[in-house]
């Protein structure tokens, strides 16, 4: 069930970081813009517009002017972006809607910066740090009958690829990579991703910080600590509250944080080889990301490719669908990226049309914390159990047990195990003591109270092993309420309170200048009335010239998308060359040095697999087929090695001739017929002077060769023992003088 909520659309805001020194020094000779401080962008915080000068731009030539849900400038804090932005986001996360915040920009221009920040320094700390305090100080601030489970997941897109962050083999060769699947439940996810449960702060930033070390990043012209991966913090509220009908509800809210690579430029990265690979693949991923934005934005057009990239896909939810998204747009003041800027000042303007329709995610059937609710209850009934097993014994042992509450029962039950160890013990040593007893009797005994002991032991080492379990599990859940009294607490929650008010405040005003102005537009030649011919002459000229400054910034701006066109389509071919030249490539090595038997078996074999996007390899035995032929076995080989024909079988029952001793070559059973010696003397000449010793030959050679023990198992005909290897080899294992060969 799931409460719907009127769409709302994205919320876009800018920011623009300072300039670097690398910057400051190349606009060290260039005139200083008013404002801009030697860069092109200049910021109207109050009416959240970004005006952008072309550096190459004639003089005369009109600016471009964007508006913003709010813009930054680069004396802008981290914390006003958080308390203005951000904090209403994780608001709703918590209430059960999903929330995504991304960062989207060139490489180099803070998307980094904005999400994580300087960890060390809390002035300094991003979207992403503030947002963990933010999610646990809310939780230990809410109601006392709300329970929490946070989970916490890391990945990285990498070349297209989805890798685990939190995986401890996420670098092992070849890498581990995940699925994307898509359920009508929970949209589209990520199969096996590692989730950890965090219960604190320290925890969700441990989690963070095993998952950077992760990541893939790599130093560029740009930016010395480039990220090359798409990388998405997923962290998932469940809470447990009383709805109005008195039963427990469960709402989840997923709130994605997601810091996107760089959108760069090849020749400006410097970048070869591999780099330059990756920087292909990022730029594909945001083109389809531009691509999504521009269809949604644009509404007519109903097709929506989300499934060009993995990217836009994990996006799915947060373009359009059930999510309150946030997007942040970073820029760089620099005038030599001046057109970068523009471009991702497009974007952003195209993303403010984008209307979502989030909605409260209420009792959805893979909850996790109802999981977690059953486990706690079964292990608290198991303890109850066993608790009561010790009371049970107790009162057998004439002693009352009331024990109240966990810890007292408990308690109780440790003591009166510890007692009937004591008494074991002395009962003990009282036999071992006693004189009376015979020695076996006190062997018995004493046998007898080591296995009670033994007993009491083993169900002791599982209450212990159960109630951690059970503490464990329950220790995972987090309770509202907590730090409620916490007098720190109170003025702390006052003030954000107040900090929050101020940051809607501004918003507020913002929204109404911006309203304003474009009424005031519109309104004016309404209210325009001319005393005079000639004054209507002069208000209709202003008029026409302001309408001809606005079509030549229309025109500049048709100019503008067709170079932009242009360049990233000449971008796309160059790409699309290196791609060939390598297809090329490995086209040479199969035709030439692989056979082509080989080839087409393989050929034969590979099928695409749309929903990964893959070439993958048919099984040799169809995947349905394997069960049932792994069970059975062909209907003559029941009982025997391998199948047996009807002919064979019955030749084998009758034993008649040793070919069709297939199952069974050798006579195992002993032998009990009594040796037969033949003397070698009366052997027909027939058998050949080279395999008989011959008559000649005398002394014990003959004596013992003439014992020759015949084996029922060879043949009963004397004359089978022509073979001359037997003979030879007998002869030889019957005497130590090997003579038999000579
Ligand atoms: P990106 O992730 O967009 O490639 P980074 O976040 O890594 O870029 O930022 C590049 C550099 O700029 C870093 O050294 C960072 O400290 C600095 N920087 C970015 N934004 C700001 C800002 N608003 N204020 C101060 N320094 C910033
Ligand atoms: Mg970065």
Redesign the pocket.
């Known amino acids: 069930m799931s409460k719907v909520k009127s769409s709302e659309t994205v919320k876009v805001v800018i ?1 623009c ?2 300039l ?1 020194r690398k910057e400051e020094a190349a606009a060290a000779g260039v005139t200083r813009t008013p404002g801009g401080e030697g860069g092109i962008v200049e910021m109207d915080v109050r009416l959240g517009q970004v005006v952008l000068r072309n550096p190459r731009a004639p003089p005369g030539e009109p600016r471009k002017t964007f508006t913003f849900d709010s813009v930054y400038d ?1 004396s802008s804090k981290q914390r006003d972006l958080y308390d203005e932005t951000v904090r209403p986001l994780i608001d709703s996360v918590l209430d059960g809607f999903n929330g995504t915040i991304f960062a989207y ?1 060139q ?7 904005t999400m994580q920040g300087a960890w060390l320094e809390p002035e300094k700390r991003g979207v992403i740090p503030n947002a963990f305090e933010h999610v646990f100080t809310q939780i230990s601030r809410s109601a006392a009958d709300r329970q929490y489970l946070v989970r916490a997941s890391y990945l990285e897109i990498y070349r297209e690829e989805i890798r685990d962050l939190l995986d401890p083999n996420v670098h092992a060769h070849p890498p581990r990579t995940l699925e994307l699947r898509e359920s009508p439940e929970s949209g589209v996810y990520v199969r096996d991703l590692t989730a950890c449960v965090c219960k604190s702060i320290k925890e969700i930033e441990e989690v963070m910080n095993v998952g950077n070390q992760a990541r893939s990043v790599g130093a560029t012209d740009m ?1 010395k ?3 090359r991966s798409h990388t998405l913090f997923l962290i998932t509220v469940e809470c447990s509250l009383p709805g109005p009908d008195g039963r427990q509800h469960i709402r989840v809210g997923r709130l994605n944080l997601v810091d996107l690579a ?1 959108s760069e430029r090849q020749a400006k990265t410097g970048v070869h080889g591999e780099r330059l690979k990756e920087a292909a693949k990022i730029n594909l991923s945001l083109s389809a990301l531009g691509n999504v934005i521009s269809a949604l934005a644009d509404r007519r057009s109903g097709h929506v490719p989300y499934r060009d990239s993995k990217l836009t896909r994990l996006l799915q939810d947060s373009l359009g669908g059930n999510a309150k998204t946030v997007m942040v747009a ?1 820029l760089g003041p620099a005038p030599q990226h001046y057109e970068e800027t523009l471009t991702t000042l497009r974007y952003a303007n195209r993303a403010k049309n984008i209307q979502n329709q989030p909605r409260v995610n209420e009792d959805p059937k893979d909850a996790l914390l109802r999981e977690f609710q059953r486990e706690i209850a079964r292990l608290r009934a198991q303890l109850n159990h066993r608790k009561g097993r010790g009371k049970h014994r107790k009162a057998e042992g004439e002693e009352g047990w009331d024990g109240e509450g966990d810890e007292e029962g408990e308690e109780e039950v440790e003591k009166e195990r510890t007692l009937q160890e004591e008494r074991l013990e002395e009962e003990k040593e009282a036999i071992r003591e006693d004189g009376s007893l015979l020695v076996e009797e006190k062997q018995r005994l004493l046998g007898e109270k080591e296995r009670m002991m033994g007993d009491l032991r083993k169900e002791r080492d599982a209450t212990e092993q159960l109630t951690a379990k059970y503490k464990a599990m329950e220790s995972k859940l987090l309770v509202g309420g907590k730090n409620i009294m916490d007098h720190t607490n109170e003025q702390q929650k006052t003030l954000e309170i107040r900090r929050q008010e101020i940051a809607e405040q501004s918003r507020r005003e913002r929204e109404m200048q911006q309203q304003v102005m474009v009424q005031d537009e519109e309104t004016l030649e309404l209210r325009e009335t001319f005393s005079s011919l000639q004054q209507e002459v002069e208000a209709k000229t202003k008029k026409l010239k302001k309408l001809y400054a606005k079509l030549q910034c229309v025109k500049a701006e048709i100019q503008d998308i067709n170079d932009e066109h242009v360049r990233s389509r000449q971008e796309l071919e160059q790409t699309q060359n290196q791609l060939t030249r390598e297809l090329r490539f490995k086209y040479l090595i199969i035709e030439n040095f692989i056979p082509l038997e080989e080839k087409n078996k393989i050929m034969n074999r590979l099928t695409f697999d749309p929903e990964e996007d893959q070439w993958k390899f048919t099984p040799l035995v169809p995947a349905e087929s394997r069960f049932s032929q792994m069970k059975k076995r062909p209907a003559s080989a029941v009982g025997y090695k391998r199948p047996i024909s009807q002919y064979a079988r019955v030749a084998l029952a009758m034993g008649a001739h040793s070919r069709y001793r297939a199952e069974n070559i050798m006579f195992l059973e002993l032998d009990m017929t009594p040796p037969t010696t033949v003397s070698l003397d009366h052997w027909p000449s027939e058998a050949g002077p080279h395999c008989s010793p011959s008559p000649t030959d005398n002394g014990p050679y003959r004596q013992r060769a003439a014992r020759v023990r015949m084996s029922r198992s060879w043949c009963q005909i004397p004359r089978a023992i022509t073979s001359s290897t037997s003979t030879v080899s007998l002869a030889t294992h019957s005497t130590a003088t090997p003579t038999a060969a000579q």
């Open positions: 920011r970081r300072p670097n680069p920009g490489t180099g221009t803070g998307k980094t910066y930016n600590h480039s990220s760089g970073t």
